[in-house]
């Protein structure tokens, strides 16, 4: 429920990544657990992911609620949400393995995300699979001034970026597999 509550104050920070925190949650729950991963992992994850962009509380609005294209300088103030998301959840004792999962998701496994430029070596699989989720999270979900993709689009731009280096192919590989057969269940509920 805390994790939730935290969820909540990003997301209401801005209406254009509305609910955003609360999806990446339950895509990284239901992924961790259609991987076989444990109940504790998975409820872990589902926390971590509720707190991925607590950073952003750091960030003024007139970037976060920005409609268009971020200019290089704006961009390079919202990159450091992901650090502030490390140093907020830093000071929770006990945390250091959630802190990790949540504010390593614009990591890229060839050493070129952010913040902290973290190679694959580096990151464990919740990480990695933080990273995918947030994106196929962000490619899948309506905003105001963008209409959500489909799973399928979205799970090709998630193969393409592991091709590029930036992901986990292995992972990307159960993201189309995990919400695919739950996109296949949802269309034969819906005939």
């Not at 991963?37 to 509720?50: C, I, N, R, V, W």
């Not at 699989?125 to 689009?153: N, W």
Request: glycine letters at 8%; a negative charge; hydrophobic letters at 35%.
């Amino acid at each position: 429920m805390t994790g939730e509550i935290f969820a909540w104050i990003v997301d209401y920070k801005s209406p254009f990544t509305s609910t955003h925190s609360i999806g990446v949650a339950e895509d990284a729950e239901k992924l961790s657990r259609f991987m076989g991963f444990d109940e504790e992992t998975s409820q872990k994850m589902y926390l971590a992911g509720a707190l991925h962009d607590i950073g952003k509380v750091a960030i003024g609005n007139e970037i976060i609620e920005k409609p268009g294209r971020l200019t290089e300088d704006e961009f390079a103030v919202m990159k450091h949400h992901a650090a502030y998301t490390y140093y907020i959840l830093n000071e929770i004792d006990d945390f250091d393995e959630m802190r990790d999962w949540a504010a390593f998701h614009h990591e890229r496994l060839d050493g070129t995300g952010y913040p902290f430029g973290k190679k694959a070596e580096e990151l464990n699989t919740q990480e990695r699979i933080m990273a995918c989720v947030d994106i196929y999270q962000a490619l899948t979900e309506s905003r105001p001034y963008k209409k959500g993709m489909s799973y399928k689009k979205a799970c090709e731009i998630l193969e393409d970026m592991a091709g590029k280096g930036w992901l986990d192919t292995e992972i990307t590989v159960q993201v189309d597999a995990c919400f695919g057969s739950m996109e296949n269940r949802n269309s034969k509920e819906e005939n």
